[in-house]
């Protein structure tokens, strides 16, 4: 029977399939008159298709698989016999191999190159390894014998077997001396230091690579991914190909965790590392995690403890029998190792090469003198040093400082413009700038209390000093409370910042009247937070109070007019301004743009930003072909006026792409997105926060052309750099989490999806920051869960999205639409047509007031709610929606698309049920 | 097992005999799957991969050297595609297993172009909707073994089967359709 039937079917399906797309209803009308499971079948067969064009076309990826998991057993190669396998590395496997003929038999070690990646970089540095280590000539490295092809073609390697056991646990099986180990340290530098001068860089170095002998003799192994110094290019090497990196994250140099060059110098730091371990039991960096990336994160941020002191960091082995397996007390150890020692491996550990030993040798013989009780080279750090290195790991911070000492200096200068005090201006101004110097010198830890200092602990010292030292001077004190408020709300101290900005703001109020400049500057600064904080109408007061003191005090001739009318333009918008504001706020950019062109003629800096942010409002009200024109212009001016290598420049193009991407123009928006990446990843370096944000854009770009698994691999490098420059608690990082999670969701990958999701709204629920962001993540949960058919969690986040939206966007906002369609499709999923009925109309009712009659997103509203009606026997109010939803479907992906299909195959059972009113089919609802 | 038996198992499965083909692949199996990897290792770019390749050469080997008589040409290659798919599922099964294996590893081995990012199915899950197809439509299931697991071309197929190249492409859209829905609907299953 069932066969029979699935036969009908099939024929069915076949004849439908002879026919075009359009005369396809009308015949499964005919066909299937009365069995609507018949049809059913018969369409859902159609729909798959016209989906699966390309499903099973290529070979089955575990073809490739097998081969690269594919393990060679037993066997033999060349003149050697294969005894067993001794372990796999990166790139391939090795056996325990045996050479016998007449004359000899000797037992090696054979490398044989993993299968599968033969034709990729791996390869390639597999044969260069080939002729390298056939160069290297030392006792204390593994010497390599020989090297060929399998039959099968992969090369391999026949190297010296090397028993012994690694450095480490060497070191403690034979309980060594302090000065013993320093000894054999010394040689392993030296072996090092050899392949250097041979341009060798190891670039894994690991105690699992240094295996010591029972003669105590140290081997070198596994040049594995050594690389050759090009010797024209000095010490530099070609940077590693992102596509393929091997490392070992606790023994890695900075440079190599970020993919930068790598030198000898990286060879240097993994020897400290080595060495830390050796003479303090432990790891420099007390990552209590292990995952990869905070391991990583420590390597590039963290100040690693001096060996002394880490020696009593509490863990396993204890400070006791780290100490007994030198042969001496912990007491003993420390203070053996405190001054030179601690010098010693602090340099090597330095982040960046060129501040450290200059090669494994100088290495070598600073633990020379040392034993030799002469003075060593290693010297603590310097201040200055300090301070360079505390600009560099807080960059987000400090840029803001900058920008905290800019406006004090501004300040300062508005006063004299203002009261032609000259001389007691200037003085003011000394004031305030040598009050934030010393501020950050007193952060210094060699000024403080040795210890490492946060931004955090800066500014709360500067915090603490305003009331305490400038409270003769109320005016410098507001300046620089303002300032310090600006700081703080940049590093997400929201509840630092708020105090702050709003004593600056009464302040001043007192001082200069509420009429005043600064007055108007603290209501910006302070509306800038509120708006941070959903506080909108809070937010909108301020600022059109500050519009007003600017327009009466600076007219409409200065650019600090338009920007407030931009931020007021900006703010209005996120407020979710319906429609109907829409002229109002047209007004605020249009004024902005008069004022910008007046003080800077038709192509200033300021005019362009307006343009762009004119044109960011025209994506928000869907009106792509003006959003991307106005781009267009505005990118254009941009380019003249600030030149090909302004970052501002690449910030725009970036948000540019995602227009582009927005506005269906997928394939110019990647390739725009990935010039600009490639552009800001040489001005900006590769670590820098907007690159990130390039590479999210881009991923989302590549996530909308469905190629899902190479977004996820973007929006991981993202995320990671994100974390390393914000911390992993700032809000960035909950949407590059979000983010991430979309892209698995795609791949269906639900419940790794579902966990990023969660830690997205957890850091945006802890930091306070429940806006639009946290609504969206809530939307996507809600439909992580109905496409797995859990409903209660789908609907229940779905209201939870609804109603984070309707607070953080106001209750009209076309975002509202959002969990409005999500809501209803989940009650149509589970065939409650009535309950769906009115979340789908209200999200067409919105939808309709925002966007333009032939906007896809229309359409499918207008199907759901059209089928919900339908279902409910209410075919005739159904008709007319459906008949919209068909011309902007038909528009939009042509006629024989399946979208098309599905609404074709509607109208018919419309048709159908008017005619000749069938009892209503419980079956499924195609999704 | 001797190779006469072989050819008497062989000579049993073309007269329908199902067991008897059970028992051959057991039998066949490890040398093709050695011929499938070693073929596959040759070929080094995963675009070019051609698993009709494996099959000839096993056709060469079998019949050729250990001079193993089967009833047809075709049916030596309905057989070769039905064990490559073994081989393959029986593959991602233990890979599957494997996911789910230790979480850290010492080393990071960041790959970040390791395989075709083209669409590829769940294997496993593809195996099962095949089987299903089998048992009500034998000739679309071995248009799909020759075409996905196999590797032949549609017009390779045609002749193979002893029907027009026409037949075997609507066939094999047929039969494409059916295994996507039935993977689509397992996985809205959650299964």
């Known amino acids: 029977m069932e066969t029979e039937r699935w036969h009908e079917v099939d024929r069915l399906f076949e004849e439908a399939l002879d026919r075009p797309p359009a005369e396809r209803p009308v015949f499964l009308d005919a066909a299937c008159a009365g069995d609507p499971a018949l049809r059913w079948e018969v369409e859902r067969l159609l729909a798959a298709d016209a989906e699966g064009a390309g499903f099973l076309e290529g070979p089955p990826d575990e073809l490739l698989r097998l081969t690269l998991d594919d393990r060679e057993d037993g066997g033999s190669l060349g003149a050697y016999r294969l005894l067993r396998r001794i372990g796999s590395g990166g790139m391939g496997t090795v056996y325990l191999a045996r050479r016998e003929d007449e004359h000899y038999q000797r037992d090696v070690a054979i490398k044989v190159l993993r299968s599968g990646l033969a034709t990729t970089e791996a390869f390639h540095r597999f044969i260069a390894e080939r002729q390298i280590l056939a160069h290297l000539d030392h006792p204390n490295i593994a010497r390599l014998y020989d090297g060929g092809s399998t039959a099968d073609g992969r090369p391999y390697l026949v190297m010296e077997l090397v028993e012994g056991l690694p450095v480490d646990e060497y070191c403690d099986r034979h309980r060594l001396t302090l000065d013993q180990r320093l000894d054999l340290f010394q040689k392993i530098c030296a072996a090092v230091q050899h392949a250097h001068q041979n341009l060798l860089v190891h670039r894994d170095l690991k105690p699992a690579n240094i295996l010591i002998t029972p003669e105590g003799e140290p081997k070198l192994l596994d040049f594995g991914i050594a690389k050759r110094l090009a010797p024209e290019a000095g010490v530099t090497l070609q940077k590693t190909c992102a596509g393929l990196r091997l490392l070992t994250p606790r023994y890695a140099s900075p440079e190599q965790v970020r993919g930068d060059a790598i030198t000898t110098a990286s060879d240097v730091y993994s020897l400290g590392v080595i060495l830390y371990e050796l003479l303090a039991g432990r790891s420099p960096y007390a990552a209590s995690a292990e995952l990869p990336y905070e391991i990583e994160r420590s390597i590039c941020e963290q100040e690693p403890q001096r060996p002394s002191a880490a020696l009593f960091r509490p863990g396993t082995p204890s400070a006791e029998d780290i100490a007994l397996a030198r042969r001496t007390r912990p007491q003993a150890l420390a203070s053996r190792l405190r001054g030179d020692l601690d010098n010693i491996v602090l340099t090597a550990l330095r982040k960046e090469p060129r501040r450290r030993y200059g090669s494994a040798a100088q290495l070598a013989q600073d633990l020379e003198r040392h034993l030799q009780d002469l003075p060593v080279t290693a010297r603590p750090d310097t201040l200055r040093y300090r301070t360079r290195k505390f600009v560099r790991r807080h960059r987000a911070g400090l840029a803001a400082t900058v920008v905290v000492i800019l406006l004090v200096a501004g300040f300062v200068a508005s006063l004299v413009a203002q009261r032609r005090q000259l001389a007691q201006e200037r003085d003011k101004a000394r004031y305030a700038l040598t009050f934030l110097v010393d501020t950050f010198k007193q952060a210094d830890p060699y000024q403080a209390r040795g210890e490492r200092v946060t931004a955090r602990e800066i500014l709360d010292q500067g915090t603490a000093r305003i009331s305490r030292e400038l409270a003769g001077e109320p005016d410098v004190q507001a300046a620089v409370m303002d300032a310090l408020g600006e700081v703080n709300f940049s590093l997400g101290r929201y509840d630092q910042a708020e105090p702050l900005l709003t004593r600056a703001l009464a302040l001043r109020r007192q001082l200069f009247g509420s009429d005043s400049l600064e007055v108007a500057e603290s209501l910006e600064h302070l509306a800038a937070f509120q708006s941070r904080r959903s506080s909108l109408e809070r937010a909108e007061s301020n600022l059109r109070e500050a519009l007003a003191i600017r327009r009466r005090r600076q007219g409409s001739g200065d650019l600090a007019v338009a920007r407030t009318l931009q931020q007021l333009g900006d703010l209005l918008v996120l407020q979710g301004a319906t429609p109907e504001d829409t002229s109002g706020i047209e007004a605020l950019f249009r004024e902005a743009l008069a004022i910008a062109r007046r003080v800077e003629g038709p192509e200033g800096p300021t005019v362009a930003e307006t343009l762009i942010k004119l044109g960011s409002f025209r994506l928000e009200q869907g009106k792509y072909t003006e959003a991307e024109r106005l781009y267009r212009e505005g990118l254009a001016i941009e380019r003249k006026a600030l030149g090909s290598r302004d970052p501002r420049l690449y910030r725009d193009q970036s948000n540019f792409g995602n227009v582009l991407a927005v506005a269906g123009k997928l394939g110019e928006a990647e390739a725009l997105l990935r010039s600009c990446l490639e552009e800001q990843r040489e001005i900006l370096g590769r670590g820098h926060p907007d690159v990130a944000e390039t590479m999210q854009t881009l991923a989302a770009v590549i996530h909308y052309q469905e190629r899902c698994r190479e977004a996820e691999a973007l929006s991981r490098e993202a995320l990671t750099l994100v974390r390393s420059y914000y911390g992993p608690r700032h809000r960035r990082v909950a949407t590059s989490l979000h983010n991430l999670g979309t892209d698995l969701a795609c791949q269906g990958r639900y419940p790794e999806a579902t966990v990023l999701f969660n830690q997205s709204l957890e850091i945006r629920r802890q930091n306070g920051e429940e806006d639009a962001l946290a609504g969206r993540t809530l939307l996507l949960l809600a439909e992580l869960h109905r496409s797995q058919k859990n409903y209660a969690q789908a609907l229940d986040f779905g209201h939870r999205a609804l109603e984070n939206l309707e607070k953080t966007r106001g209750p009209d906002h076309s975002e509202v639409a959002w969990p409005l369609y999500e809501i209803g499709r989940s009650y149509l999923e589970q065939n409650r047509f009535e309950e769906a009925e009115p979340y789908l109309r209200r999200s067409l009712e919105i939808r309709l007031r925002w966007l333009e009659p032939d906007n896809i997103e229309l359409a499918k509203v207008q199907y759901l709610l059209a089928k919900s009606l339908v279902r409910q026997g209410r075919s005739g109010e159904a008709k007319p929606l459906l008949q919209k939803a068909r011309t902007t479907a038909v528009a939009f992906y042509g006629p024989d698309h399946v979208a098309v299909q599905r609404i074709d195959v509607l109208l018919a059972e419309i048709l159908n049920l008017q005619s000749r009113p069938l009892p209503r089919a419980s079956r499924p609802i195609p999704s | ?191």
């Open chain 2, 1 to 191: 097992m001797t190779e006469e038996t072989i050819t008497q198992l062989l000579a049993r499965w073309g007269s329908g005999d199902q067991e008897a083909a059970e028992r051959v692949l057991a039998l066949v199996y490890p040398e093709l799957r050695r011929i499938a990897a070693r073929q596959l290792r040759r070929e080094r770019d995963a675009h070019t991969l051609q698993a009709t390749a494996i099959v000839n050469e096993a056709y060469m080997r079998l019949v050729g050297q250990h001079g193993l008589e089967w009833p047809s040409r075709s049916h030596f290659f309905a057989f070769s595609a039905h064990l490559i798919r073994r081989i393959l599922v029986d593959y991602a099964r233990r890979r599957n297993r494997a996911k789910r294996g230790g979480l850290s590893e010492q080393i990071t081995l960041v790959e970040v172009a390791d395989l075709p990012v083209e669409k590829s199915p769940d294997l496993v899950a593809l195996d099962e909707a095949l089987s299903g197809l089998e048992k009500v439509d034998p000739r679309k299931a071995t248009v799909v073994e020759l075409k996905f697991f196999a590797g032949l071309t549609l017009d390779e197929i045609a002749e193979q089967l002893r029907i027009s190249p026409e037949t075997v492409s609507r066939e094999w859209r047929r039969a494409r359709a059916w295994l996507y829905k039935a993977l689509q609907t397992r996985a809205a299953n959650g299964a």
